[in-house]
């Protein structure tokens, strides 16, 4: 599910950014929108993927992420939502919630969680070449293996 969404763009996304363009920028009505018109939980994930794609392209990594946060405090307890979260916390170098999101994504799917202890460990791994600390290597080195 996570990657770059090809193909047309949804009704929701679509009114997000006629939104945005017209200088409406807000999170939280961003996100109401996604969610008034998309309804369902799996719908509404699916929009906000394409919509912080689409951001992240023309590099608006902040707002995506804090759209991802709006939407984190009302959706609970899904796991795609999370690692969308730490994906773009990853690329904003904030490898503290990188990690944090990650964790969360794998406790909310322990039986497919492998890919989250690996995005874990290179985040704890970027965060030692950040911080010049070897402890944050040690601990990627134990999620790495």
Do not use: W
């Amino acid at each position: 599910m996570l990657g770059v969404n090809k193909g047309a763009k949804r009704e929701s996304v679509e009114a997000v950014l006629e939104q945005f363009k017209k200088g409406n920028r807000n999170v939280d009505e961003a996100y109401g929108k996604i969610k008034e018109i998309e309804r369902e939980i799996p719908d509404i994930v699916q929009a906000l993927e394409q919509l912080s794609d689409i951001l992240c392209q023309v590099t608006y990594f902040q707002k995506a992420y804090d759209i991802l946060s709006a939407a984190s405090k009302d959706i609970k307890g899904n796991p795609v939502l999370h690692e969308l979260i730490a994906r773009i916390a990853f690329v904003m170098e904030n490898f503290e919630k990188c990690i944090f999101h990650n964790k969360k994504a794998a406790e909310l799917q322990p039986e497919s969680c492998f890919h989250n202890y690996s995005d874990i460990g290179l985040a704890y791994y970027r965060l030692g070449l950040q911080a010049g600390m070897n402890k944050h290597f040690e601990t990627a080195f134990k999620f790495c293996r």
